[in-house]
C-alpha cells in the first residue's frame, strides 16, 4: 500500500496541497477528484516520487519513498500519464517492452521472459493483436490499454493513473476504468486515479479523495468511501453547482444544474436612444 501523511506542495500563487493524508489499499481504486487546479495531479506526482513533498512522509509497502531510488521506485509503483502518440516511432510491443526496464540490470538487454511478460501484458488489456502495429496510429482508447500493459509489465503492486479517460469518448472511457478497476479486483493491485468526471468516479472507484485546491488551502474536504464522498452537500461548495443524486439499478449516478444566483436588476430603458436610432 502506499501511505502518505502531512504532504504539501506550493507554487508561486501558493499551497495546492497541504497536510494530506493518503492510504491506499490492495485490491481498492482510490478516485482523486476536485475542480481544475485542485491539486490532483500534483498530488498523483508526490505519490509516486515525481515531486519531493516537503513536509511529512509518503510510504511504499512501509518504506520511505524518499529513500527509494527510481529503480526500485519503479519496480513497485507503475505510472500511466498522457503521452503524445506523435513523439513515438514504437510499435506497440517495443512500448509494452519498455516496461520491462526497472527489471533489468545495467547493460542488461531484454530476454525471453521479458519478451513474454510483455505479451501477457497486452493479452491482459485486449490488445493481443495491435503488437506490430505503431504505437502512434493508435486510436486514443487503444493508447491507453497499451500504456495500462506496459504498466503491468513492470509487474508493480501499485498503478497511478493521471486522467486516463481525457480525449476518449464514452465507450472507451468505461472500458479503461473496468479494465483499472478489475486489474485491483484481480491481482490486489492497490490503484490511485485522477478523475474530473465524477460519475465516472461513482461508478469505478471504492474509495475517493476530494481536493479543493487554493481555495481550501490546499487541503482534502473530504475521503473515505465514494458514495459518502459524492454527498451534494461536500460537493456543491467545492464545485460551485447544484449536485442532485439518483440511482438507477441500483447505481448512484449525479445529475448538475446551474446554484441559483441573487436576481439582477432589469436594465433601464433608454428611450431617447431608440428615438435616436430610428
Request: with cysteine; glycine share 10%.
Amino acid at each position: 500500500m502506499i501511505t502518505a501523511a502531512d504532504v504539501s506542495w506550493s507554487y508561486a500563487a501558493g499551497p495546492v496541497v497541504a497536510g494530506v493524508h493518503v492510504r491506499t489499499e490492495p485490491g481498492r481504486v482510490l478516485g482523486l477528484v476536485g475542480p481544475n487546479g485542485s491539486g490532483k495531479t500534483t498530488l498523483l506526482r508526490l505519490l509516486h516520487g515525481a515531486l519531493r513533498t516537503p513536509t511529512g512522509r509518503i510510504e511504499v509497502d512501509g518504506d520511505d519513498l524518499a529513500a527509494l531510488g527510481p529503480r526500485e521506485t519503479a519496480r513497485r509503483v507503475a505510472v500511466v500519464v498522457q503521452e503524445p502518440a506523435g513523439e513515438s516511432t514504437m510499435s506497440v510491443a517495443e512500448m509494452v517492452l519498455l516496461g520491462r526496464s526497472p527489471r533489468l540490470g545495467t547493460f542488461e538487454r531484454t530476454g525471453a521472459r521479458d519478451r513474454d511478460v510483455a505479451a501477457a501484458s497486452l493479452d491482459r488489456v485486449g490488445a493481443a493483436h495491435l503488437a506490430a502495429r505503431p504505437y502512434a496510429a493508435l486510436s486514443g482508447g487503444e493508447r491507453q490499454r497499451v500504456l495500462i500493459a506496459r504498466a503491468l509489465a513492470q509487474e508493480a503492486t501499485h498503478l497511478l493513473l493521471d486522467e486516463p479517460t481525457n480525449h476518449l469518448d464514452v465507450r472507451y472511457q468505461h472500458e479503461v476504468l473496468a479494465l483499472v478497476q478489475d486489474l485491483a479486483r484481480t491481482s490486489g493491485t492497490c490503484v490511485v486515479v485522477v478523475l474530473h468526471d465524477l460519475n465516472l468516479a461513482a461508478r469505478y472507484c471504492d474509495d475517493l479523495l476530494l481536493l479543493g485546491g487554493p481555495a481550501s488551502g490546499g487541503r482534502v474536504v473530504a475521503g473515505g468511501p465514494a458514495e459518502d464522498v459524492l454527498d451534494p452537500a461536500l460537493l456543491e461548495p467545492v464545485y460551485g453547482i447544484g449536485v442532485r443524486p439518483v440511482r438507477l439499478e441500483g447505481r448512484l449516478h449525479l445529475l448538475f444544474e446551474p446554484l441559483a444566483r441573487p436576481a439582477s436588476h432589469q436594465p433601464v430603458s433608454q428611450p431617447h436612444l431608440m428615438e435616436e436610432t430610428a
